[in-house]
Nanobody, 119 residues
């Protein structure tokens, strides 16, 4: 089992920045993909960004150039730096971990953290 604990959500004005963190623990040796997903009210959950072992990253088009995913292997932590936030970025953000090299969501989810972008 893998446990994921997110932090860093909150309320921010349009144009502002937030950094989300996700600390992983448990049986993480087999994990090769870490990702951030989000789900807005009434919408389907979508992948925002993922990072694979070796460092390759992928982003949904709507966040390219604004969000950056990174990982600190020594701390077993993945980050999502979110800049130039927009109201449409408002959602619950979930950390995800898996062993499928990014082919769909992995098996493990965090509890989610709310991000609200509003003036």
């Amino acid at each position: 089992q893998v446990q994921l604990v997110e932090s860093g959500g909150g309320l921010v004005q349009p144009g502002g920045s937030l950094r989300l963190s996700c600390a992983a623990s448990g049986s993480i040796v087999s994990i090769n993909t870490m990702a951030w997903y989000r789900q807005a009210p009434g919408a389907q959950r979508e992948m925002v960004a993922n990072i694979l072992n070796g460092g390759r990253t992928n982003y949904v088009d709507s966040v390219k150039g604004r969000f950056t995913i990174s990982r600190d292997n020594a701390k077993n932590t993945v980050y999502l730096q979110m800049n130039t936030l927009r109201p449409e970025d408002t959602a619950v953000y979930y950390c995800n971990a898996g062993t499928n090299w990014g082919w769909g969501p992995g098996d493990y989810w965090g509890q989610g953290t709310q991000v609200t972008v509003s003036s």
